[in-house]
């Protein structure tokens, strides 16, 4: 076995980009080790991490700092791709994201994406203060293209609305991350209008993006499946799936209606599916959502998604027709989720066979809304 | 009408070894496996990805005359693409994953340890 140590990108630049376009990625991952959060982290979490370091560092699988848990088929040789699938610095992202001609790239982290598994609420809240501080410090310092998506703790809303208003007036601070992977309770839940009524307030749009972990939550239960082929399926999709039926419960987007809302990290090909199940079943129920005043499509249709990763039949005309079943021109955002294992090159986006304008919302125009980013033509 | 292009000598590509090399202004994989030579694309038909700078190994397969047990078979046959682990047949070019589909595989032959592949 021989790890290749670059990204092995090898300047395999976008073909076909229309000219001038400048490409905006709502989700690459910054990697945050708990040696590098130490000194961002408050006492007495600091004395942990001190401990935590001192741990061997495994992927996306460190015992109290990001647990997934992973039970599935043992590794083979080469049977995941054997590139460099870390980014440690903003000039690391930023040759790598030239290499993949994207001009602007929203941060999320990689560990933390298993931060709603943490129990602990006051050391899950100074893990995600850490973050935002090594974020804000040490990627976001330039005008270079780097944007920055706040982590806002699931089990502490008070201390995540905090973080939200201490960030939101940094000029590089763009989303907030709504941790998804494990998190309980789900994000319709009353407890979090204190998140939505910082984002809103901010204005800052609010972006879910899950992971995979076998916890004992839904969609997380997933000791039912042997792979990670069915685990990562359904804790990425099935995710996006519960947490948006949980907000429609309660209202979430009628009740905060400037509130801009997104998804990532599951591909688009579930949201007609939902869509139009939840249509159906409104038409009985809605005595159980009277805070809506139409159609939960309505609401799906202001919300943002993104590509990644991007499902590929082998006909991509049907791709088109995907997006066009929800408005999708007009809302999703294109993303290439690097450097991960399942990244998309812009390449698979652009062969969907769009209209230019159609091409330029996706890969800029919908995520400078979503973003409500301004410096980009 | 073909050209045949000299990539390289026997001694520089030993069994079990392969190389990127550029002929005819295209990126090419040539490979040793197991003292037959191979050349296929450096283009994975995912999403284009540099597929040669993936390694060599075997893979998993079973089948109903193997009782669905699965077996670590064709050691040295199948490289693997680095950026998403797509595996390709390097005798054949075929996907592996999408049994209907394969890359382009180039002609190799050896004359007096000068290896030449020959590119339509």
Known sequence: MSAIADSTLDGRVPKKLPKGLKVIDVDVHAHETPAALLPYCDMPWRKSLELITKMPERYLDIPFFAPQMAVWSPPFPQSGSERRQVVTSAAQMRKDLDELGIAIGVIFPDNLLLLGALRDPDYATALARAYNRWLVEEWLGEDNGMKGAIVAPSQNPTAAAEEIRRHAGHKHVAAVYLPSCCVEPLYGHRSYDAVYEAAQETDLPVMLHSVTAIFPVFPFNLNCFNTMFSAHIASHGLSMVANLLSMMETGVPARYPKLRIGFSESGIGWVPWIMMRMDKEYKERRRELPFLSDLPSTYVRQMFFATQPIEEPENMQQMATILSLFGGEQSVMFASDWPHHDFDHPNKVLQIPLSQEAQRNILCENARRFLNLKETA | ?120
């Open chain 2, 1 to 120: 009408m073909a050209s045949e292009y000299l990539i390289g000598h026997t001694h520089e590509l030993p069994p079990g070894t392969h190389k990127v090399v550029t002929a005819g202004g295209r990126e090419i994989g040539i490979f040793n496996v197991a003292g037959r030579y191979y050349a296929i694309p450096n283009n994975c038909l995912h999403q284009n990805g540099p597929l040669c700078r993936g390694a060599v190994s075997g893979t998993i397969e079973t089948s109903a005359e193997a009782g669905w047990k699965p077996v670590w078979a064709r050691e040295g046959e199948i490289v693997v693409c680095p950026w998403h682990s797509m595996e390709f047949d390097i005798t054949n070019g075929r996907c592996l994953a999408e049994p209907r589909r394969r890359i382009p595989t180039y002609a190799v032959t050896v004359v007096d340890s000068e290896i030449k592949i020959s590119i339509p």
